[in-house]
């Protein structure tokens, strides 16, 4: 979703603010390139801590102010704020919220946000987002989450981010979503319009190959990705590809390349 010009703004504004572990994340993040296909609604910052969101907050409202904003609190406890920001005719959402560290790659420098969650980990989230919730936008997302790796790989590595889970098990959860009619989309801001049936057709034939990626890996890997060093990326493998696993922990950790 390419953000909206008010958004952009905001973003650049807040961007002086932002540090490994204060970071744009959720759906903003996620689609901030201008030719994604939907526009989010807010903007999402993720914190390691309650303590660096309350202290985010502070800094960020300050900046916003003093900036010609205006910042309504709609909603403040521990380890999350929400509130709208408002300039002239123009608003949006804002939220501050503390996550775990855990993660498969480091926090990454973004020149139109300062620092913000990575594609990979982004991905993963939105697919745990989905299993959790039945909302079009999440559907609409996990496609895009989809272009940085296949379905079967970002349900092997969600169990490791959620070890509640197997892979077999989101998988199953993921295959109840999909089920939506045109006017489901109507409420969301769209770069372009949806053609259910070739989404369809992507997310049926995605959910099948996932299955079957599953019985070609040792599932004593499950939850972490696969990084092939010749091609210098995470993929999705086949069982002759020569790739090495990589397991998330606090703060994310760059993969082995040597």
Not at 25 to 38: C, T, Y
Not at 73 to 80: A, I, K, R, S
Not at 189 to 196: G, I
Request: net charge neutral; with cysteine.
């Amino acid at each position: 979703m390419p953000l909206t010009a008010f958004r952009a703004a905001i973003a650049e504004h807040l961007a002086v603010n932002r540090s490994s572990d204060s970071y744009l994340a959720g759906g903003a993040a996620l689609h901030i390139e201008p030719n994604s296909k939907r526009y989010s609604n807010a903007l999402d910052y993720f914190h390691d801590s309650e303590e660096r969101v309350a202290q985010a907050v502070r800094d960020d409202v300050r900046l916003l102010e003093q900036s010609g904003y205006q910042v309504e609190v709609l909603l403040q406890q521990p380890g999350f704020t929400r509130a709208i920001v408002r300039k002239g005719e123009e608003a949006t959402k804002l939220e501050w919220a503390h996550d775990s560290a855990w993660r498969f790659l480091p926090t990454v420098r973004s020149k139109r946000s300062g620092f913000q969650l990575s594609g990979i980990d982004l991905a993963i989230n939105k697919l745990l987002a989905l299993v959790g919730r039945d909302e079009p936008r999440d559907y609409l997302d996990i496609h895009e989450a989809m272009d940085v790796l296949p379905l079967g790989a970002l349900c092997w590595a969600a169990a490791g981010k959620d070890p509640g889970f197997t892979p077999a098990m989101l998988l199953d959860l993921l295959r109840r979503r999909g089920r939506y009619h045109a006017e489901d989309f109507a409420r969301l801001h769209l770069a372009q319009p949806v053609d259910l049936p070739k989404l369809k057709a992507r997310w049926l034939a995605a959910l099948d190959k996932a299955e079957h990626f599953f019985t070609t890996r040792d599932p004593s890997e499950i939850g972490c990705l696969y990084y092939s060093r010749s091609l210098q990326k995470f993929v999705e493998p086949r069982p002759s590809d020569d790739v090495v696993p990589h397991y998330g922990r606090p703060g994310g950790v760059l993969p082995t390349v040597g």
